[in-house]
């Protein structure tokens, strides 16, 4: 930052950017190349240099990046593309949290318009490497210029990401929907002739010695051999086909088996060859008979059924962004965990049931009344799903504090911020009931470790549910109690039951205030 009002940011020049920029240049060049020389292996130069000159995209795109910030507003370029917006069209900056799995998060400002329209700047950036605090700064420095010259939409930093209401990705699960319940229809569809092919290899007879050559496919063929090698797949590669190879390749070279038939065969063992339509279907020595798996109609309603369960999952996401699109965006969305364990419980009873009646479930008075329990089963458990992800709001906690106990009580709850007395955010736990509330490092028994929280200081301002600002690591059904600590705000997160609990110790009368006070209207999220 040059002055107090006027900001810039640039992309550092790494030499990973130079490099990148020098793959970019040299794929076009081999594109060109490639193109002038004509010959043979055009598409192989051709291929190589679009790939390496895409690949060398991120180089420029990354030294190109600058954005700057001061008394007008805001202006961001990257390589050909320009915006800039006044601060008066500025409705709200927040950070946009991206998990990428390998790498960590990645964080980022995005710009939301008094138009809903939201764009993300390039920088300043977070990645997946420690924290140095610059990120926070810079982005605290450009909501200290949108106060001073905008009219910003929140008075607390918005931070959306994956577990919020406002960053929730449909796209994704309603992709993954569609295609299991493809899956399951497919697969559905297969069962009647896998199970006549299962009826047709169990009532084969042996081919009697006139039978000639092309008529054999209807009956078993049985031809002696003997084993020359094995070849057994490595327990870490499940995979990988074991093969069982034969003396003089006769009557063919090699047999595809389980892991388990080749570790049982040795070299030198005499054995009998099953075919059974061009295939080998079993495989008898004196040690170990392997005998191949020829799928039936269960099997394939077994893995319809699984499908289809599998598909409730991204269903019920879907169904949690559509419930709670009302939430703001940087609201924590209740787990859509408590629907697997739904489906999961629906399981236990459908699947048996496709793999014993897979064509007739409901073809006997037993499996109907099977179909039906389990069935009222799954309404239930259904039931008890939506109740478990419903947001409770803090003033939905019952108003009158329980009493404390004599005996010291353990509570699950951690303070956010480093303080005197959860120094390096050492606690898990606020025990309660026997003495002064204090911040424990573990569940108890005894006080060890433990740090008095000083109560004579603490002023509770705001009683809500979790936000993408507090972390990761607060569970979505916990709510924040937000404290003044003599000028420091003081987040402490706890189940909504047990933070009622400790707020009211810690602050009474700020307690009753908060959990009297309405809830105030939610505004739809701007991303639902």
């Avoid at 402490?492 to 810690?506: F, N």
């Amino acid at each position: 930052m040059n002055n107090v009002g006027e900001m810039h940011f640039r992309a550092d020049r790494r030499p990973a950017l130079w490099t990148l920029t020098g793959v970019g240049a040299a794929g076009v060049a081999l594109a060109a190349v490639a193109v002038v020389f004509w010959g043979e292996l055009l598409p192989l130069w051709l291929t190589a240099g679009f790939f390496f000159a895409v690949l060398g995209v991120s180089g420029p795109y990354g030294l190109s990046a600058r954005v700057s910030a001061d008394a007008y507003g805001l202006r961001s370029r990257v390589l050909v593309r320009r915006r800039s917006v006044a601060w008066a069209d500025v409705a709200d900056l927040r950070v946009r949290v991206t998990d990428t799995h390998k790498y960590g998060q990645y964080h980022r400002v995005s710009v939301l318009t008094r138009h809903g329209r939201e764009w993300r700047l390039p920088l300043p950036y977070r990645n997946g490497a420690a924290d140095d605090g610059r990120f926070d700064a810079d982005v605290a420095a450009l909501r200290a210029l949108h106060r001073g010259y905008g009219a910003p939409e929140s008075d607390h930093l918005v931070v959306v990401s994956n577990r919020t209401a406002g960053g929730g990705r449909r796209l994704v699960p309603l992709v993954l929907t569609v295609l299991l319940l493809a899956g399951a229809v497919g697969t559905a569809l297969l069962a009647p002739h896998l199970g006549s092919e299962r009826r047709e290899w169990r009532s084969a007879t042996p081919c009697a010695a006139d039978t000639p050559t092309g008529e054999r496919d209807g009956c078993r063929t049985t031809l002696p051999a003997v084993i020359a090698e094995t070849d057994m797949a490595p327990s870490n590669r499940p995979r990988q086909s074991s093969w069982l190879y034969l003396v003089d390749g006769r009557p063919l070279e090699r047999v595809e088996v389980s892991a388990e038939a080749a570790e049982a065969f040795r070299p030198g063992d005499a054995v009998e060859l099953t075919l059974w339509r061009g295939q080998v279907r079993e495989v008898v020595g004196e040690r170990h008979t392997w005998r191949e798996h020829v799928p039936g109609a269960g099997d394939a309603a077994v893995a319809s059924a699984a499908l289809a369960l599998a598909a409730g999952y991204p269903a019920a996401r879907l169904v949690l962004l559509r419930r709670w699109r009302r939430l703001p965006d940087d609201e924590v969305l209740p787990s859509a965990l408590p629907f697997a364990g739904a489906l999961l419980g629906t399981a236990l009873w459908l699947l048996p049931l496709c793999y014993l009646r897979p064509t007739a479930p409901l073809g006997s008075a037993e499996t109907a009344a099977w179909a039906a329990a389990g069935s009222l089963v799954t309404v239930g458990l259904l039931r008890w799903a939506w109740r478990a992800t419903r947001v409770r709001a803090p003033q939905a906690v019952a108003p009158e504090a329980p009493a404390v106990a004599d005996e010291d009580v353990f509570v699950s709850a951690r303070f956010l911020e480093h303080t005197d007395y959860n120094p390096h955010g050492f606690g898990t736990h606020v025990v309660i009931g026997g003495g002064p509330p204090a911040v424990t490092p573990h569940p108890g028994p005894g006080r060890f470790a433990a740090r008095p929280i000083p109560t004579g200081r603490l002023r509770l301002r705001e009683v809500r549910r979790a936000r993408g600002a507090d972390g990761e690591t607060v569970p979505r059904s916990w709510h924040v109690a937000e404290f003044d600590d003599a000028g420091t705000p003081v987040r402490l997160a706890a189940a909504p039951d047990d933070l009622a609990r400790v707020v009211r110790l810690v602050d009474p009368a700020g307690a009753a205030a908060a959990y009297a006070r309405p809830r105030p209207a939610s505004a739809a999220g701007r991303n639902a």
